[in-house]
């Protein structure tokens, strides 16, 4: 499967091909994000930083979005949305809210263990957070920062 740089590359030429300019602003907007950070690291990315990269992109777009509705520019907003889905395209296919609650709930019991039985409550959300954190990371799924962390809170508060 190739990565996500080698997509990029191809994707790119063929919007170039098609003259599809917004698509092909876009990718290079990408490309030059991740060239950016490649040449910060000095040294090729792995797929995990590029997807980081991308979902900081995406994390600036959603913020964009927002703002410009705020700020009744819809023409920005929707300009934005655009580029939201053409680098989505990208990423990983997003996890479902059963399977993050299904990691979530293995991570607080690995957690109860850890502790000699001891149900972990609402004051161990930092470790709890970095232990689904690291699963999903290894599961290679993609998954909301801002839902895992209300799975979490809301689980630790019924352990409580």
Request: aromatic share 2%; charged share 35%; proline share 4%.
């Amino acid at each position: 499967m190739p990565t996500i740089s080698e997509r990029l590359e191809e994707d790119i030429k063929s919007a170039m091909r098609a003259r599809e300019e917004v698509k092909l602003t876009t990718l290079r907007m990408v490309k030059s994000a991740l060239k950016s950070r490649e040449i910060d690291k000095r040294e090729p990315l792995t797929d995990a930083e590029q997807q980081s990269v991308l979902t900081t992109l995406l994390k600036q777009r959603r913020e964009s979005v927002e703002q410009f509705t705020k700020g009744n520019r819809p023409e920005l907003a929707a300009k934005e949305q655009v580029e939201i889905e053409l680098i989505d395209a990208y990423m990983p296919q997003a996890a479902s809210e059963e399977e993050i609650r299904t990691i979530v709930l293995g991570a607080i019991e690995h957690m109860a263990k850890d502790a000699g039985g001891k149900q972990p409550g609402p004051k161990d959300i930092g470790p709890t957070m970095n232990v689904v954190r690291q699963r999903i990371l290894a599961s290679g799924i993609r998954a909301d920062g801002k839902l895992i962390s209300e799975m979490v809170k809301a689980e630790l508060a019924k352990g409580a």
